[in-house]
């Protein structure tokens, strides 16, 4: 993928009601903490996305590298579409859950040679999300070679079924051939989705593949913060999101 830096002083217009939204949550909807589990929703944030989610005739869904089931945990009593994992699990606006088969027992493995580095190193976080594994190390950015290794030895010992997926301050397992703009594909191909503008807004590297498939299909994409990307608009931070979504209708 081509990376290049988001247009000078390219601002997306106001939201538009026939727009399909795809939104990354960390760093896009929450300002990243510390800890994956440090953050907080408000319940302003609650109000807009529900707000947003009438607006767009429920052509709204969350696309995190977090689980299904921690994505509701944050905004509960929210039940939105979600795809979690990059997109390796995914409700769908009818509330059915997807989840792709992957090789559990290898994957477990791998999990408790994860954890013994992190009891050997001192903030590292380690996230255990089921159908795949990440090493946080903003606590501990001097370990970020150690981390990619580690990542990188798994994945040549898994094979072609998973992958190493890097992010901010993460590095990531998880099985290949999946990602977030496979997960927009699919809920394009769904209703309320189907016939709509996919705009996806993120902040990571993870976010590009949303990007690349929105802009392929003829929507747009949102980058969030300072970083080359292949973005058409751009955002400075989370407080600009949120003001740019309460815009919607206005």
């Known amino acids: 993928m081509s990376i290049v830096p988001p247009a000078p002083g390219g601002a997306p217009p106001p939201p538009a009601a026939d727009w399909a939204l795809f939104l990354d949550i960390d760093g896009t909807l929450l300002t990243h903490a510390e800890t994956p589990d440090a953050v907080y929703v408000d319940d302003?944030?609650?109000e807009l996305l529900e707000r947003l989610l009438q607006f767009c005739g429920g052509a709204l869904a969350l696309v995190s590298g977090r689980a299904v089931d921690d994505v509701d945990a944050l905004f509960e009593p929210l039940v939105l579409p979600v795809a979690g994992q990059h997109g390796i699990e995914r409700r769908d606006a009818a509330g059915q859950i997807r989840q792709l088969p992957f090789p559990e027992?290898?994957?477990r493995q791998v999990a408790q040679r994860f954890?013994?580095?992190k009891a050997r190193h001192p903030?590292?976080?380690?996230?255990?999300?089921?159908?795949?594994?990440?090493l946080h190390y903003r606590l501990a950015?001097?370990?970020?070679?150690?981390?990619r290794t580690l990542v990188e030895h798994a994945v040549a010992n898994l094979g072609e079924d998973f992958m190493l997926q890097a992010g901010k301050l993460v590095c990531e397992l998880k099985p290949g051939g999946h990602d977030k703009g496979s997960a927009v594909a699919a809920f394009m191909a769904e209703p309320p989705f189907a016939g709509r503008r996919p705009l996806f807004i993120g902040d990571d590297l993870t976010d590009e593949y949303g990007f690349a498939m929105v802009q392929r299909m003829g929507g747009h994409a949102v980058k969030v913060g300072e970083g080359d990307s292949i973005a058409d608009w751009y955002l400075p931070d989370v407080a600009a999101v949120r003001a740019w979504l309460a815009g919607a209708g206005k």
């Open 44 to 46: 302003a944030l609650r």
């Open 105 to 107: 027992e290898r994957l």
């Open 123 to 134: 903030g590292i976080v380690f996230e255990d999300k089921g159908h795949s594994l990440a």
């Open 115 to 117: 954890a013994a580095f």
């Open 141 to 147: 950015p001097h370990l970020e070679r150690e981390v």
